[in-house]
């Protein structure tokens, strides 16, 4: 029986629901089937402490950073972090809070993580929050009331441009991601962030207020599509906020690097030259954030937009 769990209710199908052929653009984007399976190993998947273990340089605080992370897991996925979560000494007795960092619409198909992409995965971009969840939940009622998904793509197809290539799937159910976690009594919390890009000032002052909030029986697990960019920016902010009075901007991106899925922040060419220019902007919003951390320490109490509008330069000596 097909079924959806959605946060908003009474939306329109969305005109992507079953489109048979795509061209990864805005106008025709692509689904593609993230997980090529139901159940599957679970990808980038790392906890904090494990930096200690791993990163020979300074590991200072790393004890206060009560946080995991991984790629999109399939559905079933999320039980085997829930039991890799049991086997950390520091995770099993915390409320665990999930924060799905993606931007773009996604959900499950038949247990399958799905995404429907264009080309640099910005399908909701410039759209606000509210716009970007009611897009997903229309896209979902689509697939719902369909009997049949044409063209699903693997990622391999999706990357390799075989637009026509992918599969037919009947559809028996459709899920929203905060609904595998009911069993589990977990919470959840979208802070969507653009793929490849530095983080809009509004998610920044979210996530800052979320840990200042954080009650210290709570333990975060973050995740993006894949794991890597946007996962690890957020564990460096994490990092940045409770560290950045005992280690430097350096050694926190480092030892962020150091553990799977050893993604290296400072590292602004990549696979495709296209990109670069905004892992540069990533890059120098780290550098920003991290003068911001560490003047927190020295008593500043504003946000962190308050505090870019009164920066506008990174205080090169607040980075060693």
């Known amino acids: 029986m097909k079924y959806l769990f959605l946060a908003v209710l009474g939306f329109q199908s969305a005109v992507f629901a079953g489109a048979e052929v795509c061209e990864a653009t805005l106008e025709k984007p692509c689904i593609v089937q993230d997980s090529s399976q139901a159940s599957q190993p679970i990808t980038a998947l790392r906890d904090l402490q494990m930096i200690s273990d791993w990163y020979p340089g300074n590991t200072r605080g790393i004890e206060v950073l009560h946080a995991s992370a991984s790629a999109q897991p399939s559905a079933s996925g999320w039980m085997d972090i829930a039991h890799y979560l049991a086997t950390l000494a520091d995770a099993a007795d915390k409320q665990v809070l999930v924060l799905d960092l993606r931007q773009e619409i996604h959900g499950y198909l038949n247990g399958s993580a799905i995404t429907l992409s264009d080309r640099f995965n910005w399908i909701n971009l410039g759209k606000t929050a509210t716009e970007g969840a009611l897009a997903e939940v229309q896209w979902l009622e689509g697939l719902a009331s369909s009997e049949v998904v044409e063209n699903v793509l693997s990622v391999r197809q999706f990357r390799r441009h075989e637009f026509d ?5 009947s559809v028996e159910r459709v899920q929203q991601e905060p609904e595998l976690f009911l069993p589990l009594n977990w919470r959840a919390l979208r802070l969507p962030v653009t793929d490849h890009r530095a983080p809009l000032d509004e998610t920044v002052d979210r996530f800052v207020s979320l840990v200042d909030s954080l009650p210290e029986n709570t333990w975060l697990h973050l995740h993006c599509r894949g794991g890597k960019g946007r996962t690890t920016t957020f564990l460096a902010l994490l990092d940045m906020l ?5 280690a430097s901007f350096e050694d926190i991106i480092e030892r962020q690097a150091s553990i799977p899925p050893f993604y290296d922040l400072s590292q602004i060419v990549r696979e495709n030259p296209e990109l670069t220019p905004w892992y540069y902007e990533r890059l120098r919003f780290l550098q920003r954030f991290y003068a911001f951390a560490h003047e ?21 000596e607040k980075l060693t």
């Open 165 to 169: 290539a992918g599969v037919s799937v």
């Open 242 to 246: 409770k560290n950045a009075d005992k």
């Open 296 to 316: 927190r320490f020295e008593g500043y109490e504003g946000s962190w937009t308050a505090w870019k509008r009164s920066h506008p330069e990174v205080n090169a």
